[in-house]
């Protein structure tokens, strides 16, 4: 099966996570950062959820699963101890249309969570359809080192940039040429030259 690689705006979206233990707390904050309106749903909640509940980040509903959760929500984490349960969540979602992922249950996902390298606004997401998370967090290590923080910079740059010459006149082939140019490998070396020799 062929994965289409998206990146969703999830900002103010209805996302539900069922479970609130270590699983549930390694996907909440990716949800978080997107802007994601996050309700959680289970009898107990480890230290971590309930942290992130009491500083009001997301909604706490200490209590079992009830499939009208899933009502009005976008996307779910099926984040629970029990895989009955799980699949149970995935089941019940499919019938409401509403995309979920079933933790480490890769045939009950409708979407995989990614290692996601994030330098600002650049984001480069590594997707094993499930097959190796492993193989996937290792690969992140290595572009980490390969993309370092200063590309969020240099981002905020080529959008400037960008906007700049979109609302110019300019003619649309020069236009392209010189995006395509200004985020170049020799352009972004040559700012960083520049950089380092000012600095000195």
Avoid at 95 to 123: I, K, M, S, T, W
Avoid at 139 to 146: A, D, H, P, S, V
């Amino acid at each position: 099966m062929s994965l289409f690689p998206i990146f969703l705006k999830l900002e103010g979206r209805q996302c539900l996570v069922v479970g609130a233990g270590k699983i549930a707390a390694a996907k909440i904050p990716g949800l978080l950062e997107a802007g994601a309106q996050v309700q959680v749903v289970a009898p107990q909640a480890g230290g971590a959820v309930a942290e992130l509940a009491d500083a009001g980040l997301l909604t706490w509903e200490e209590r079992s699963f009830e499939k009208q959760d899933l009502q009005g929500k976008f996307l779910v984490i099926a984040a629970t101890s029990s895989l009955a349960l799980n699949q149970t969540i995935f089941a019940e979602a499919q019938e409401l249309g509403v995309l979920c992922n079933a933790v480490d249950d890769p045939d009950r996902c409708d979407f995989y969570y990614g290692a996601v390298v994030r330098r600002g606004h650049l984001q480069i997401a590594i997707s094993t359809a499930g097959n190796s998370p492993a193989l996937a967090q290792r690969l992140r290590q290595q572009l980490e080192l390969q993309f370092g923080p200063e590309y969020g910079d240099w981002l905020e740059r080529l959008g400037s940039v960008r906007k700049q010459l979109f609302s110019s006149q300019i003619d649309p082939e020069l236009r392209r040429n010189l995006l395509h140019e200004i985020a170049s490998q020799h352009a972004f070396d040559a700012l960083r030259a520049a950089e380092s020799k000012g600095s000195n």
